[in-house]
């Protein structure tokens, strides 16, 4: 929430809400002295974007209808779009007022009434979309309204404020009198997603163009560059009922701060610094059933924050790429005071997969008695959850951080923006067991060696101590090939070998 003492604050919002249902009482002499809104100056600049040429679609069965609800983004950049419809009554007709820079001057333009889509659904035919199919002809033409509170909402970059503002979804009641509907600056919000688009046909890649219809572009000056988008669309039908990857899409986790735009601090103070910390391997095992004839050494490992602040990093999209430059948010209890570069997140398009890894937060190897490296895992991506409390007693615990579990903000092939987070007294623990993440033993003479957990294994990341970023934890390798076997040492009296 912003600080209600600014002008973009709660107090200066419900005086633009007063404002825009003032404007009702007289409709048509509020149109006519706001005058064409092209006319007005500049505004927020809107555009329509697919970060990607392409993305799958997945059905169930071959005479599924094809959905089109995703792949493309409308942003908001220079200031907030806003817009605020109301009536008077439940006779009044609905009037659609566009706030202008509402975080400054706070101008306003009344939008004439066709734009306001039945039950109050948002903006009417904001889009045409056209789609061609695998042959070259047109399977979908029509035009489509556009919901500006889409559920689907991330940041775009970091001139905006933390968390976004506004309603998530155009949902309303017979007695709805207002609603708000908008996109906060630096943020982008999905522009199919109430749209509803379906059309019958056969596997293969579709071609889907989206393109803000004139009237929109007139009155929101947006852009001819910025007012359309194309995007493939490659349709497959799942041979077993299920797309490759079942989970449901998540957003990102959201903190309870905002703030406008962070500054860059290559020394942050040690106050607002995670302190990573590396806990020995566990859960080991021996698999010989993953890859014939091979034998893995499978394990847990686990990384926890012991504060005194969270440790979270956004990822914004390279225009075209499959990569995000990420950026370390530092904090002052709960609210972001700076933040800097902290490495990159990359697209993993595997099967069972399919999200975004973050690529410095953690490294395992095997190492023989001498300490010396024998075996890398090939984990080197990971996206950040609390999945296990380890310390809700340190200075800086979050008791409920609100989402447990993977289901963080690992995102999809379409994202343009990924928060993660692992809270202050919490650990993220991941389970090595497919080859190549886990250590392929087959070849290794028996005897003792040490799993290695280590955090931050790069050393760019900003935490408040090194010291105890890694953690060894011994095994001792028997048995032949096909039949080896491991034995763990308790640690600290903790057996959990």
Same mark, same amino acid.
């Given at each position: 929430m912003r600080d209600p003492t600014t002008l973009g604050g709660p107090v200066n919002r419900s005086r633009r809400i007063l404002l825009s249902v003032l404007a009702s009482f007289?409709?048509?002499?509020?149109?006519?002295?706001?005058?064409?809104?092209?006319?007005?100056?500049?505004?927020?600049?809107?555009?329509?974007?697919?970060p990607t040429s392409s993305i799958n679609e997945y059905r169930y069965r071959a005479k599924q209808k094809i959905s089109v609800d995703s792949g493309f983004w409308v942003s908001?950049?220079?200031?907030?779009?806003?817009?605020?419809?109301?009536?008077?009554?439940?006779?009044?007709?609905i009037v659609a007022t566009q706030i202008i820079d509402p975080d400054t001057s706070a101008r306003q333009v009344v939008l004439p009434d066709k734009v306001i889509a039945p039950r109050w659904s948002g903006l009417r035919r904001f889009f045409t979309v056209t789609v061609t199919g695998p042959t070259g002809d047109t399977v979908y033409s029509g035009s489509v309204p556009f919901c500006p509170d889409s559920w689907n909402v991330q940041r775009l970059d970091a001139s905006g404020p933390m968390n976004a503002t506004f309603p998530q979804g155009c949902y309303t009641s017979p007695f709805t009198t207002g609603v708000v509907w908008g996109i906060d600056q630096?943020?982008?919000?999905?522009?199919?997603?109430?749209?509803?688009?379906?059309?019958?046909?056969?596997?293969?890649?579709?071609?889907?163009h989206v393109q803000i219809t004139p009237l929109y572009q007139r009155l929101f000056a947006i852009a001819p560059a910025d007012a359309s988008a %194309?995007?493939?669309? *490659?349709? !497959?039908? /799942?041979?077993?009922?299920? @797309?490759?990857?079942?989970? &449901?899409? %998540?957003?990102?986790? *959201?903190? !309870?701060? /905002?703030?406008?735009?962070? @500054?860059?601090?290559?020394? &942050?103070?040690?106050?607002?610094?995670?302190?990573?910390?590396?806990?020995?391997?566990?859960?080991?095992?021996?698999d010989e059933y993953s890859e014939p004839g091979r034998d893995f050494l499978d394990f847990g490992a686990t990384v926890w924050d012991a504060g005194p602040a969270p440790m979270v990093v956004e990822g914004f999209r390279r225009t075209g790429t499959n990569i995000m430059d990420a950026w370390?948010?530092?904090?002052?209890?709960?609210?972001?005071?700076?933040?800097?570069?902290?490495?990159?997140?990359?697209?993993?398009s595997d099967p069972g997969h399919e999200h975004w890894h973050f690529k410095q937060f953690a490294a395992y190897r095997l190492l023989g008695a001498d300490k010396q490296q024998v075996v890398r895992s090939q984990k080197t991506g990971f996206c950040l959850a609390p999945t296990d409390a380890i310390d809700l007693t340190v200075q800086g615990a979050i008791w409920n951080p609100g989402a447990l579990g993977l289901g963080s903000a690992c995102g999809d092939a379409s994202a343009i923006w990924i928060r993660e987070s692992l809270p202050t007294g919490w650990g993220d623990t991941y389970f090595q067991g497919l080859p190549g993440q886990s250590f392929d033993v087959t070849d290794l003479p028996n005897g003792t060696y040490f799993i290695q957990v280590q955090a931050d294994p790069t050393g760019e990341i900003y935490e408040r101590s090194s010291a105890n970023d890694s953690r060894l934890r011994k095994v001792i390798l028997g048995g032949v090939p096909g039949a080896r076997t491991v034995t763990v040492?308790?640690?600290?009296?903790?057996?959990t070998g």
């Open positions: 007289s409709f048509v002499a509020a149109l006519v002295a706001a005058g064409p809104a092209h006319a007005t100056p500049p505004g927020p600049q809107l555009r329509v974007f697919s908001a950049s220079d200031s907030t779009f806003e817009v605020i419809a109301h009536r008077d009554s439940y006779t009044s007709p630096g943020w982008a919000v999905g522009a199919l997603d109430m749209s509803r688009i379906r059309f019958a046909g056969p596997d293969g890649t579709y071609s889907v %194309t995007l493939g669309l *490659a349709v !497959t039908t /799942s041979p077993t009922g299920c @797309p490759p990857f079942c989970a &449901p899409a %998540t957003g990102a986790t *959201a903190t !309870t701060a /905002s703030s406008s735009a962070l @500054p860059t601090r290559t020394n &942050p103070r040690p106050s607002t610094l995670p302190d990573l910390v590396a806990l020995p391997a566990w859960g080991m095992s021996i370390q948010t530092f904090y002052r209890g709960d609210k972001p005071v700076a933040r800097a570069p902290v490495g990159t997140l990359v697209y993993d040492p308790p640690w600290h009296g903790i057996d």
